[in-house]
């Protein structure tokens, strides 16, 4: 049929266009006559044919704007000259005239005539009215790929789909919708003010997922990740996914989910989560269903369910993603076309995605017409070819047979695709609303109508499947399960066990104050020297870049031999390797680092003859691998999909590197609401790492800084805490480490832990190759662990009698130790704190003591004093100082006044400023 339609497509001329050469030889009159005859019976054929093909083509193209999809029927679309293009005898056919639809449209098999040949134009013209301008339409014109758009097209052309759903189908999908108007009619009685965010108005989404689950489970699908906001979310937790009601009511009545004894400051109720073993099809398959916890912010959870899945694809698991969004979001939020950007790459793509636009018409009080700029909120996926399902939600069959498509298209060709369901929200944004105020003709035409079940009850009703006892029967079957649970919960108390459970059942939260443990971390040195080796090993035959050979190949080679001038790059490679070895996965993750940002890591390498890349570490031949992923240019989607993987399995080490940090504030949804938060909220934990290269150097407001101050702030810590014993938890890491050393033991702590917790670590720029910054492999070695404060590196050469105690975090340490060797000002003695947050007091009090009483104390920084750790540290430092008797405890400050800007972007200005926060720095004596 495909090569048919693209020879139909190909005809432009007349009746002799097709023949053989061959007929001019022809010398006999009567024979020219006779084959002039078949010829132009020939070409009559072709063109009628060619003709029904620019019909059909049209009725593809634009039978969606003659389509009936707004259940409400007060929303039209501009049909124009789609009118016309639709009729056909705009192409030259009559009503009455017969043409051949042989392998240009595929009718229904149950209208299929005996001879295909001979078919009425009328006949075709009701058939393309039936499959594209009924309760559904279909936008797939815009799929390139030529093989899938001819199966979606045989598909819905193909199929008398109403036929094939079974009165037992009937009377489930009336029985899941009716269960969840009889919960929203519950909770409405209930709580009468409480903001549920139901699912009146677009029932059929449960029928939806009911068949999708289904369907999915028969074609062998394990694993179903639902990411989706707030609408019809408790509706889909209590009716499909079997959470527990009785909870649900607890927690609406105010109270927490948070099992007693565990830390957490809980969430809203529409944020909830869960996930089930249960069996959809009545075969006894059970598919493994999670439903992700959301913020608020509509979408944001997309690519974190994105990466959930894909670590499960991951290690074999057959697992889909399904994504529930609202129309406005949908078309509004940035985060979506970045995530659909991610849908075909190499290391993110998840075998397709099930789209489910839960279409209310309106976004809040904003309808589509001045809230997106396209016809349809659907359409901002047309960029990466995905086809798009259109259906009333008023249709629960035509609803489920888009459900049908959408998992046979994703089955067949491990793509994404949209099923948009057009319905409406019976009371406005939430069920406290007065949608009247602003849409006053919607919700006068909403609340005169019957609900979407009613209307399906009338309909099985008239076909004998549903009568009154039924209808009575299952009505008072839900009330009383829900009525026993709104019992139940009087009692229902959160427990233990339902948190940390299969992957992370070895896992806990942290003791009190135990975040200040460090875990010996240390390597033996001849495993540390076996895989500097093969970090830099490549197979015979393969051809380094020259300069690659010279100074990262044979330096490497070099420095594993003497266990001396181990830089950044060989620390990072070192510890990857033994985080393989102890059986974590790596996945390290972010824009070019593959080679790193300052060509630095070569964690693959690229072949210079045939451009085959390499990554040597996994040579050591270990069961989970590391994988270094180059991604787009975006941070939120990227950084949310990372996120995503980081909370399937605590065994692996996942790590998003920024191109620089600066750049992290492109993914400020995602760390504010998932990444230092979600143990807070919801008792979900996570040990991303998020690499941020930080460092004052001359390069500008946007290469300088990771803007630390801003985490420091969204930390759990308070400068109230006793500083005998610390922070009792915190919700992640901040540290801005000086060595290579400390950089590998901070990374392995990450795995060593009985926990996990997000690391933000201000990652290295200059300090990748200045020489001061380097370290050895006994650094690295058994007995050795994370330094979260590192004292004075050469006490042997200060004065007796030290006149100022220096304390600073990263870089500028080593502007620090060059200045004072230039000053030759060893009455100074500098501290390093490399672990910010928790804020490591012992530690800092143990160096301050080891300093004479009057000495001064000074914090100093590269960043602006109202940004970097100045505000964080400073009254912290103070707590110390009080705490040790001191009859001062006044900490000054050293560093760059404060800018409206993270930093300046002319060299002579950077120069002048470092030099004035040095001799700052060095002004007590």
């Known amino acids: 049929m495909l090569a048919l339609r693209q020879q139909l497509t190909k005809l432009t001329s007349g009746p002799w266009s097709s023949l053989s050469p061959s007929l001019s030889l ?12 078949a010829a132009s019976s020939q070409s009559a054929a072709r063109s009628t044919a060619h003709a029904v093909h620019r019909l059909a083509t049209a009725y593809r193209r634009h039978g969606h704007l003659k389509a009936q999809l707004d259940p409400l029927g007060i929303h039209s679309h501009p049909s124009g000259h789609c009118e016309v293009l639709l009729e056909p005898s705009t192409y030259g056919l009559g009503d009455g005239e017969v043409c051949d639809v042989r392998g240009v449209v595929t009718l229904s098999r149950g209208s299929q005539p ?250 809040f009080t904003t309808q589509g017409h001045v809230g997106r700029s396209t016809l349809y909120s659907s359409d901002i996926a047309r960029f990466v070819d995905v086809p798009v399902v259109h259906v009333n939600g008023e249709d629960p069959e035509a609803v489920v047979h888009a459900m049908d498509l959408a998992a046979e298209y994703r089955h067949k060709f491990g793509k994404d695709i949209i099923v948009d369901i057009v319905g409406y929200r019976r009371h406005g944004h939430n069920e406290v609303d007065e949608p009247m105020f602003t849409q006053p003709r919607m919700y006068t035409n909403i609340r005169a109508r019957p609900s979407i079940v009613s209307t399906y009850t009338q309909q099985l009703s008239a076909l004998g499947l549903v009568n009154d006892k039924r209808l009575a029967t299952l009505k008072e079957r839900f009330n009383g399960h829900l009525e026993a649970e709104w019992q139940a919960s009087k009692e229902w108390k959160p427990q233990r066990s339902q948190h940390f459970q299969g992957k992370w059942s070895d896992m806990r939260q942290a003791e009190p104050h135990e975040i200040y443990e460090q875990p010996d971390t240390g390597v033996a040195v001849d495993e540390l020297r076996r895989i500097g080796v093969a970090s830099v090993t490549v197979p015979d035959g393969f051809k380094l870049h020259s300069r690659l050979e010279r100074m990262h190949q044979r330096m490497r080679l070099k420095n594993m031999e003497s266990g001396k001038q181990i830089d950044w790059a060989t620390a990072e490679a070192l510890m990857f390797g033994s985080l393989l070895l102890d059986g974590n996965g790596v996945r390290v993750c972010g824009q070019d680092v593959e080679r790193g940002t300052f060509s630095h890591r070569h964690g693959v390498v690229v072949d210079q003859d045939t451009e085959d890349k390499y990554c040597p570490l996994n040579r050591l031949g270990t069961e989970r691998k590391i994988h270094f992923v180059s991604s787009p240019l975006t941070e939120l989607a990227v950084l949310g999909f990372e996120y995503g993987y980081s909370i399937e399995d605590p065994r692996n080490l996942i790590i998003w590197e920024a191109q620089f940090g600066d750049f992290n504030n492109c993914a400020q949804t995602v760390i504010d609401t998932f990444v230092t938060s979600c143990e807070s909220k919801w008792l979900r934990q996570s040990g991303i ?237």
């Open 26 to 37: 022809i010398a006999s009159s009567g024979v020219r006559r006779a084959a002039w005859r």
């Open 114 to 363: 005996a001879d295909s040949s001979a078919v009425g134009v009328s006949d075709v013209v009701s058939h393309l009215r039936s499959v594209y301008c009924g309760s559904l339409a279909y936008e797939f014109e815009h799929v390139s790929n030529d093989a899938e758009r001819e199966w979606l097209y045989e598909y819905v052309e193909g199929r008398d789909w109403r036929s094939e759903i079974t009165p037992s189908q009937k009377r489930n999908m009336h029985s899941v919708m009716l269960q969840s108007e009889v919960f929203d009619h519950f909770m409405g009685a209930k709580f009468a003010t409480f903001k549920r965010y139901g699912l009146e108005g677009a029932e059929s989404v449960m029928a939806a997922l009911q068949r999708l689950f289904e369907r999915v489970t028969s074609q062998g699908v394990e694993d179903v990740v639902i990411g989706m906001p707030h609408r019809g979310r408790l509706n889909i937790l209590v009716g499909l996914l079997d959470y527990p009601a009785r909870a649900l009511f607890h927690k609406v009545m105010g109270q927490s989910d948070i099992p007693e004894g565990m830390r957490a400051e809980d969430d809203v109720v529409s944020h909830i989560a869960t996930s089930v073993d249960k069996s959809f099809d009545g075969s006894g398959n059970k598919l493994h269903v999670t439903m992700l916890h959301n913020p608020s912010h509509l979408e944001a959870v997309n690519p974190v369910s994105q990466g959930k899945t894909r670590a499960k694809r991951d290690v074999g698991r057959k697992s889909l993603n399904v994504q529930l969004h609202g129309d406005a979001a949908f078309a509004g939020q940035g985060i979506v076309p970045e995530s659909f950007g991610l849908m075909n790459l190499k290391f993110f793509s998840i075998g397709g995605t099930i789209h489910i636009i839960c279409n209310n018409q309106i976004g």
């Open 689 to 925: 790492v998020m690499l941020l290269p930080h460092g004052f150097d001359g390069a500008g407001p946007e290469h300088s800084s990771c803007r630390i101050e801003r985490f420091l702030q969204m930390a759990w810590a308070s400068e109230f805490d006793d500083p005998e014993r610390g922070a009792v938890d915190t919700n992640f890491i901040v540290a801005n480490v000086t060595t290579p050393a400390n950089y590998f033991h901070l990374l392995r702590r990450q795995q060593a832990r009985q926990y996990r917790k997000p690391l933000v670590l201000a990652a290295a720029k200059t300090m990748l190759r200045d020489p001061l910054a380097q370290s050895t492999l006994d650094d690295m070695a058994p007995g050795t662990r994370f330094q979260p404060v590192i004292g004075e590196a050469t006490p042997e050469k200060l004065k007796k009698k030290v006149s100022t105690v220096i304390l600073c975090s990263g870089k500028v340490y080593y502007e620090l130790v060059r200045e004072r060797e230039a000053r030759d000002r060893f009455d100074v003695a500098i501290v390093r704190v490399e672990e910010l947050n928790p804020f490591p007091y012992h530690l800092v009090r143990e160096e301050l003591q080891k300093c004479p009483a009057r000495a001064n104390i000074v914090w100093c920084q590269e960043e602006p004093d109202n940004a970097g750790a100045w505000s964080f540290v400073g009254p912290r430092i103070q707590r110390v100082l009080k705490h040790m008797g001191r009859k001062s405890a006044h900490v000054e400050y050293a560093g760059r006044a404060a800018l409206p800007v993270p930093a300046t972007g002319n060299g002579v200005e950077h120069k002048r400023t470092r030099d004035l926060l040095l001799d700052d720095a060095f002004r007590f004596k």
